[in-house]
């Protein structure tokens, strides 16, 4: 049985930074695509950064600049660093990670950006 496991969300105010981490434990194969996703309230789930296999990434117009993903494959972890933290960016965050054939998720995460 696989498990997901999301840390490091909280109370930030404006302008500040937050990291974080998704893990992977159990019989999982070799991972693919790791993406974060968010959910804003009344809002529907938003992609907001993926990192490819070769850690190629790609980002939400939204968070571009301010947010970097980056992946521990050793590890089976991904990470998502947050700087310059909107009001906006406050949201339920998701961690998805997929293999040949399975797609896992996170139980999510709460960030919120407030002063």
């Known amino acids: 049985q696989v498990q997901v496991v999301e840390s490091g969300g909280g109370l930030v105010q404006p302008g500040g930074s937050l990291r974080l981490s998704c893990a992977a434990s159990?019989?999982?194969?070799?991972?693919?695509?790791m993406n974060w996703y968010r959910q804003a309230p009344g809002k529907g789930r938003e992609l907001v950064a993926t990192?490819?296999?070769?850690?190629?990434?790609n980002y939400a117009d939204s968070v571009k600049g301010r947010f970097t993903i980056s992946r521990d494959n050793a590890k089976n972890t991904v990470y998502l660093q947050m700087n310059s933290l909107k009001s906006e960016d406050t949201a339920v965050y998701y961690c998805?990670?997929?293999?040949?054939?399975?797609?896992?998720w996170g139980q999510g995460i709460q960030v919120t950006v407030s002063s």
């Open positions: 998805n990670l997929r293999t040949t054939g399975y797609n896992y």
């Open positions: 159990g019989s999982i194969s070799s991972i693919n695509f």
């Open positions: 990192i490819t296999p070769t850690s190629n990434t």
